[in-house]
């Protein structure tokens, strides 16, 4: 050791190691990673073309088959089937992006995306928190886009006014975005996108018959009502019909709410647990 050197260790003016470097806030490495994925979806708009056809084609089919049929007995007074329907066609819409923040972990798990950002100083929620706001955003660009189309296309005409159409897009969103936090987990543990789809189908599909979506629950067979009844997606399609037309309802909104809630913070933590383990 020189002279200097003892000197500057005798006087404490010895320079102190620079300061690691602790990594960008949670904030900011959400809004980045959301944009990355927001990106990913406007230079492929096959996704959401195709997310998008499932619920428009399910629109077209059962206003143009059902229409045609009596109203049964329990149906609401006033109101069309296209009226009755399309909050039932968003809230599928709804599901089906949920569905698709799940494939899309997969995906970032299977592209090598995953395992680059985990070697930086990057909070592990900060990827999933951005990918159920983008696909948060894919859904409400979905949701507009079926509103115009059945407004424009097929005469959609609510009661509700453009406050009340608004809470119920906004709650539908809601829905959806807690919905995409389970799929979100799934996705965390199954790590697959084959077995995602076939959950889907198993979990989904069967959920949106045996739930008010197409008929009243009171019409429906007893044993089928009886599960529609405690069904969360009867509450989510009764709470957004009744604001969308103006129609008794609306004590669904908050169990519908706290279904959602429920199932956002259930599913948020599970994600994160499964999305820690190793690749």
């Known amino acids: 050791m020189s002279t200097s050197t003892r000197t500057a260790v005798r006087t404490g003016a010895v320079a102190a190691p620079p300061a690691r470097w602790a990594g960008s ?22 996704v959401v073309l195709f997310g998008l056809l499932q619920p428009v084609v399910i629109l ?21 089937y296209l009226d009755f329907v399309l909050s039932a066609v968003l809230v599928d819409n709804a599901v089906q ?8 972990l997969v995906d970032d798990m299977k592209n090598g995306i995953v395992a680059r950002l985990r070697s930086l100083p990057i909070h592990p929620s ?20 079926i509103l115009l189309l059945a407004v424009t296309l097929l ?38 996108a084959e077995p995602m789809q076939n959950l889907a189908i ?8 045996a739930s008010s979506a197409y ?25 957004t019909r009744a604001l969308a037309l103006g129609i008794p309802g609306a004590d669904a909104i908050v169990p519908a709410l706290l279904f959602s809630g429920v199932i ?16």
Do not use: C
């Not at 647990?273 to 190793?278: D, E, M, V, Y």
């Open 97 to 104: 992006s949920a569905v698709q923040s799940g494939v899309g």
């Open 264 to 279: 956002a913070a259930i599913g948020a933590v599970f994600a994160v647990l499964g999305f820690r383990r190793p690749l």
């Open 126 to 145: 900060s990827l999933l928190v951005a990918r159920s706001l983008a696909n948060l955003v894919r859904s409400a660009v979905q949701a507009v886009i």
């Open 215 to 239: 008929i009243p629950v009171a019409d429906l067979p007893a044993w089928l009502g009886a599960v529609a009844r405690v069904n969360p997606l009867t509450y989510a399609i009764d709470a």
């Open 155 to 192: 005469g959609y005409s609510p009661h509700g006014g453009v406050a009340e159409i608004a809470a119920s897009v906004g709650l539908t969103l809601f829905i959806s975005w807690a919905l995409g936090w389970a799929f979100i987990a799934a996705g965390a543990w199954l790590r697959r």
């Open 25 to 46: 806030s949670m904030l900011l490495q959400i809004r980045v990673l959301t944009g990355r994925s927001l990106r990913a979806l406007v230079t492929d708009p096959g």
């Open 60 to 80: 077209f089919v059962l206003t143009q088959v059902f229409s045609k049929m009596g109203a049964p007995p329990h149906f609401p007074e006033g109101v069309s």
């Open 202 to 209: 198993i979990a989904v599909l069967p959920m949106m018959f």
